[in-house]
């Protein structure tokens, strides 16, 4: 909003610094100051409120070091996410913005979901919570969402300079806006992938929007539920996601520089820096909430922060042409659901040809593996983060190693 304030003022009165604000620069570190603020100034508030309103966490017993200390922890804090990330993108961000327009789409939506999981479970007394096949069917809406836009939106493009014939010429660019669903292939020297070629020949390019859509669904899925389950430690999750965060406004950023992108010779995303100012907020609100976080946690952010924590940041490596990088910029995530299927499908294997089900993990996810072996959980959320900045090193890497 401030920025078509501020356009308006430069443009009619020629208003003094008003010409600041087209600087994406200037804009991400107002979101990012901005989103600390929020926090600062709500993030009590609303931790007193869900402490009045009595909405604590109920702690199952896991037999876990410092656990049941934690039973009437306000949960729900994942307010103080949304708060802290929606007000700053509202007001400095252009909301004209395609990209845009979905990051704020997919943040509404996944904490929507998320805070029907929390309302179940907190008011209506069901640990189970949100239904497994509901929240599915959220995220699968997501997908559509995503998928269908980034493909038909006029908007989403790519652009594709023509070679010039000589490095010196000063003969301006000559390039091609074109819709294509190619994306980036880390660690290889023609880095790009087409969608189209899953087709393999035997259907026309005209079916491409299918697999892409099942590849939008499969990645927000995927994330959502990593960030889900790497949410069981303090701080965990959200110093997690500061991390992720910052590496994909980077990337956001060179991606939608025409400078930086023909230098590094990556795909350049027209209006796709614009995201920048998106991820500089989400980076302060997790920053934001981690000061009441961290432990020992004044507040758990619950399936409210979580689910759209993976969900935002499914939704920005989409857009960004990023997705196939997210094993490595969402190691950690990564890391975490596997250990849960590893651990479940061991378990129903051994129970079925042995007799009784047996572990590779004292548990899982893999953080509690950790608190079973009697690491401090400040311990295991520091290491984990540590792990997370070298994956981020290796994702921003692959620019230039190829």
Same mark, same amino acid.
């Given at each position: 909003?401030?920025?078509?304030?501020?356009?308006?003022?430069?443009?009619?009165?020629?208003? @003094?610094?008003?010409?600041?604000?087209?600087?994406?620069?200037?804009?991400?570190?107002?979101?990012?100051?901005?989103?600390?603020?929020?926090?600062?100034?709500?993030?009590?508030? =609303?931790?007193?409120?869900?402490?009045?309103?009595?909405?604590?966490?109920?702690?199952?017993? *896991?037999?876990?070091?410092?656990?049941?200390?934690?039973?009437?922890?306000?949960?729900?804090?994942?307010?103080?996410?949304?708060?802290? *990330?929606?007000?700053?993108?509202?007001?400095?961000?252009?909301?004209?913005?395609?990209?845009?327009?979905?990051?704020?789409?997919?943040?509404?939506?996944?904490?929507?979901?998320?805070?029907?999981?929390?309302?179940?479970?907190?008011?209506?007394?069901?640990?189970?919570?949100?239904?497994?096949?509901?929240?599915?069917?959220?995220?699968?809406?997501?997908?559509?969402?995503?998928?269908?836009?980034?493909?038909?939106?006029?908007?989403?493009?790519?652009?594709?300079?023509?070679?010039?014939?000589?490095?010196?010429?000063?003969?301006?660019?000559?390039?091609?806006? =074109?819709?294509?669903?190619?994306?980036?292939? @880390?660690?290889v020297k023609n880095n790009e992938f087409d969608y189209s070629s899953l087709l393999f020949g035997f259907l026309p390019d005209s079916y491409t929007w299918i697999v892409y859509v099942l590849v939008c669904i499969f990645i927000i899925t995927a994330v959502s539920n990593g960030a889900n389950i790497t949410d069981g430690i303090d701080g965990l999750a959200a110093g997690t996601s500061v991390i992720i965060?910052?590496?994909?406004?980077? *990337?956001?950023?060179?991606?939608?520089?025409?400078?930086?992108?023909?230098?590094?010779?990556?795909?350049?995303?027209?209006?796709?820096?614009?995201?920048?100012?998106?991820?500089?907020?989400?980076?302060?609100?997790?920053?934001?909430?981690?000061?009441?976080?961290?432990?020992?946690?004044?507040?758990?952010?619950?399936?409210?922060?979580?689910?759209?924590?993976?969900?935002?940041?499914?939704?920005?490596?989409?857009?960004?042409?990023?997705?196939?990088? =997210?094993?490595?910029?969402?190691?950690?995530?990564?890391?975490?659901?596997?250990?849960?299927?590893?651990?479940?499908?061991?378990?129903?294997?051994?129970?079925?040809?042995?007799?009784?089900?047996?572990?590779?993990?004292?548990?899982?996810?893999?953080?509690?593996?950790?608190?079973?072996?009697?690491?401090?959980?400040?311990?295991?959320?520091?290491?984990?983060? =540590?792990?997370?900045?070298?994956?981020?090193?290796?994702a921003l890497a692959t620019l230039k190693l190829r």
């Amino acid at each position: 909003m401030l920025y078509y304030l501020f356009q308006f003022l430069d443009e009619r009165y020629n208003f @003094p610094g008003a010409g600041v604000f087209q600087y994406i620069s200037f804009r991400a570190l107002g979101a990012v100051v901005t989103s600390l603020l929020v926090a600062a100034v709500f993030g009590r508030r =609303i931790i007193d409120t869900l402490r009045n309103l009595q909405i604590g966490e109920s702690i199952r017993d *896991l037999g876990l070091e410092g656990q049941m200390q934690k039973r009437g922890t306000p949960t729900m804090g994942g307010f103080i996410i949304l708060a802290s *990330l929606l007000i700053p993108a509202l007001l400095f961000a252009k909301l004209s913005n395609v990209y845009v327009v979905l990051a704020l789409v997919s943040t509404v939506w996944t904490g929507l979901i998320g805070f029907l999981d929390d309302y179940i479970k907190v008011f209506k007394k069901n640990k189970e919570g949100l239904e497994g096949k509901f929240k599915v069917v959220g995220q699968i809406g997501l997908g559509l969402i995503v998928g269908l836009t980034l493909y038909f939106n006029d908007y989403v493009k790519i652009r594709k300079y023509a070679p010039r014939l000589l490095s010196t010429s000063n003969v301006p660019d000559v390039y091609t806006d =074109i819709k294509s669903t190619l994306t980036t292939v @880390p660690f290889v020297k023609n880095n790009e992938f087409d969608y189209s070629s899953l087709l393999f020949g035997f259907l026309p390019d005209s079916y491409t929007w299918i697999v892409y859509v099942l590849v939008c669904i499969f990645i927000i899925t995927a994330v959502s539920n990593g960030a889900n389950i790497t949410d069981g430690i303090d701080g965990l999750a959200a110093g997690t996601s500061v991390i992720i965060g910052l590496t994909i406004g980077v *990337l956001a950023y060179l991606s939608g520089n025409k400078v930086f992108s023909q230098y590094l010779n990556i795909m350049y995303i027209p209006n796709a820096g614009e995201l920048v100012i998106f991820c500089a907020a989400f980076v302060g609100a997790c920053v934001g909430f981690l000061w009441y976080n961290s432990y020992p946690a004044q507040v758990f952010m619950g399936d409210t922060g979580s689910l759209m924590l993976g969900g935002v940041i499914a939704v920005l490596s989409l857009a960004i042409r990023k997705e196939l990088l =997210i094993p490595l910029i969402c190691g950690i995530f990564l890391a975490e659901n596997l250990s849960v299927i590893l651990q479940v499908s061991y378990f129903k294997y051994t129970k079925r040809k042995y007799g009784e089900g047996r572990r590779i993990f004292l548990m899982s996810p893999l953080h509690h593996h950790f608190q079973k072996k009697g690491y401090h959980e400040a311990k295991i959320v520091t290491r984990f983060w =540590i792990i997370g900045i070298i994956l981020a090193v290796l994702a921003l890497a692959t620019l230039k190693l190829r």
